[in-house]
């Protein structure tokens, strides 16, 4: 309890603190931004409201009690989004990899239903969307489009029929793990046991390109990445991953994978989460979880010490903040890596706490492309940034996954025919 207040007191101070609001009202690199934004549909990789909307404080589950029309007490809701200027949004369909009890396929499907109630509650502003070409449609109509992203392959119970199941209930990417390594692929957060892919999850990648599902990298090992890429015969995604290279935090993306989207066509899609895009921040939170680990080994069956020794740690340690700069190198990075065609953005909104300075929400996108309008990047790069690419990668795995229906029929393999026995 006392760790809590500590943390909650520090957010308190931390609103009081002047900030790098970024771009300013009379910027002309910011009205710049929002001319191109006005033409160019902004494609938003990863947001996470529908688990925001299902671990609701007050009406949990309740899609008409959170109220999108209101002022939403995350960062998501119509009148930001609409100052944020989005085109098309990703909805992330995330369920915890920790859950296996509980039944995955069943959470999961009650987070499809989630996300489809709440986009269709609200047809003035969003719309279901399912292929490519929907963005440019909605977005003339004034409208979102709205796709949903599955947010680890526990959800699929090692099954490929529930794979096309999801597919088709709407879901057009799926990140191949999340924080828990799976019996078929390594993920960033988790002890590798696999080396990077089994044989069964490189079948998983095979069938989501012929089915024309994306296949996002975000949260899997560097192994993972690799061997996907070896398999994959459609352009990959990353839907929330920055650099490595600039932070060392597992869940960013090498340079030696950076390089291989150049031949894939694939993207990097960058977040707005502060750990990974600044390396002040993320070194605090190692040295915040080096001592608290600490303090358990010195205090063993006293939690209340434990409490007040973090109390204090963390008092005397004033927090880190992330800007709107450090989001921009990122971009610049994958950019000057990957290449232009390769880089999109991710924003992580409502699945993080802690915001960047200046991107607080969703209404503040236009400042981050006013950040690099200013560092001189020309519309056209801007556009390809802001939604060109992903909808290209889009594209092509359209037209992969129509090769591929006319070549072969769905995979019938299970886990046990390709892998054997189950590592326990």
Avoid: C
């Amino acid at each position: 309890m006392l760790i809590r207040f500590a943390l909650a007191l520090l957010l308190v101070v931390a609103a009081f603190v002047p900030a790098s609001v970024g771009a300013q009202a009379d910027d002309p690199n910011l009205a710049r931004a929002k001319r191109l934004l006005s033409s160019t549909p902004l494609v938003d990789g990863h947001n996470d409201l529908p688990w925001r909307i299902r671990e609701d404080s007050a009406k949990p589950r309740n899609v008409v009690a959170y109220d999108l029309r209101g002022k939403a007490p995350g960062h998501t809701d119509l009148a930001r989004m609409k100052q944020g200027m989005i085109g098309a949004q990703f909805w992330s369909v995330y369920i915890p990899g920790e859950i296996k009890d509980s039944g995955y396929a069943r959470v999961q499907l009650e987070q499809i239903d989630i996300a489809r109630r709440f986009i269709a509650l609200y047809p003035e502003r969003l719309a279901f969307a399912t292929r490519a070409s929907d963005i440019h449609r909605d977005f003339a109509q004034g409208k979102i489009a709205s796709f949903l992203g599955m947010e680890g392959g526990h959800a699929i119970e090692n099954s490929l029929g529930a794979l096309r199941a999801y597919y088709d209930l709407g879901v057009r990417y799926m990140t191949l793990t999340h924080n828990v390594t799976l019996d078929w692929a390594d993920a960033a957060l988790d002890e590798p046991k696999h080396g990077g892919l089994t044989p069964f999850g490189k079948e998983v990648v095979r069938e989501m390109n012929r089915l024309g599902m994306l296949v996002d990298l975000s949260h899997v090992s560097p192994g993972t990445m690799s061997a996907a890429l070896d398999v994959a015969e459609a352009p990959v995604i990353f839907s929330h991953s920055g650099a490595r290279a600039l932070v060392d935090h597992r869940r960013n993306v090498p340079d030696s994978i950076l390089v291989r989207l150049k031949t894939n066509g694939g993207i990097v899609m960058v977040p707005f989460v502060t750990s990974f895009v600044s390396a002040k921040v993320h070194d605090q939170e190692n040295a915040r979880d080096d001592e608290l680990k600490a303090a358990k080994t010195h205090y063993p069956s006293d939690s209340l010490a434990v409490a007040h020794h973090m109390a204090e740690w963390l008092a005397s340690h004033p927090a880190q903040t992330a800007t709107i700069a450090d989001v921009a190198n990122h971009i610049e990075h994958v950019r000057d890596v990957a290449g232009i065609d390769h880089v999109g953005i991710g924003s992580d909104f409502d699945g993080i706490t802690d915001t960047i300075q200046g991107l607080g929400d969703v209404s503040k996108f236009p400042s981050l492309f006013a950040e690099l309008a200013r560092r001189g990047w020309s519309d056209a790069d801007l556009r390809k940034l802001a939604g060109q690419n992903l909808i290209r990668v889009f594209t092509q795995a359209e037209t992969v996954a129509a090769r591929l229906q006319k070549e072969r029929l769905p995979s019938t393999a299970t886990i046990t025919e390709l892998d054997g026995r189950l590592h326990p």
